[in-house]
């Protein structure tokens, strides 16, 4: 891939994580329980190092077509908690629904951003980099995919109605 085509992966890719980040933050503004707050808010800042790590990548192919950072000690973090769900109002409960269903789009839609920018590059500092934050997509997507699976029958209850 040329540098010009890697550049526009990583723009987008940037562009891709800041609205994650925009999501996460919004979501932490809106919680009125702490652990709820500091979950998203712990997201947020996830998505604020992927976007810093990205435009350092970005930096490094616009100016000498390579990257100059070990990628290799980028970390894991560790899984957000599961909330417990106790019982919340129904606007919130809507809301927290909400989230979780768009953060699992957010994250599978990411997931296969990466893996297509892995296989389309010839870099292998951007594969790397790529690849870790596949994984954290990954941790992301379960959490969420948990979340909303716990909430969907609370929020059923609260409509009324229970599906077949």
Do not use: C
């Not at 933050?25 to 009125?32: L, Y």
């Not at 810093?52 to 970005?58: A, N, P």
């Amino acid at each position: 891939m040329s540098n010009n085509k890697e550049l526009e992966v990583i723009k987008e890719a940037i562009l891709n994580e800041n609205e994650g980040y925009q999501v996460y933050s919004i979501a932490a503004q809106k919680m009125d329980r702490e652990e709820m707050k500091k979950s998203f808010e712990k997201l947020a800042a996830e998505e604020l190092k992927h976007i810093e790590w990205l435009k350092d990548l970005y930096k490094s192919f616009e100016e000498e077509g390579e990257l100059k950072f070990s990628v290799d000690e980028i970390t894991l973090p560790a899984k957000p908690k599961i909330f417990k769900w106790e019982k919340i109002d129904e606007e919130k409960l809507s809301f927290a629904l909400s989230v979780f269903g768009i953060g699992v789009k957010m994250e599978k839609e990411s997931i296969e951003y990466y893996k297509n920018a892995v296989s389309s590059t010839n870099s292998e500092v951007a594969k790397k980099l790529y690849k870790k934050i596949i994984n954290w997509e990954y941790q992301h997507l379960n959490f969420f995919q948990e979340q909303y699976d716990m909430i969907r029958e609370d929020w059923w209850a609260e409509q009324n109605f229970q599906p077949f």
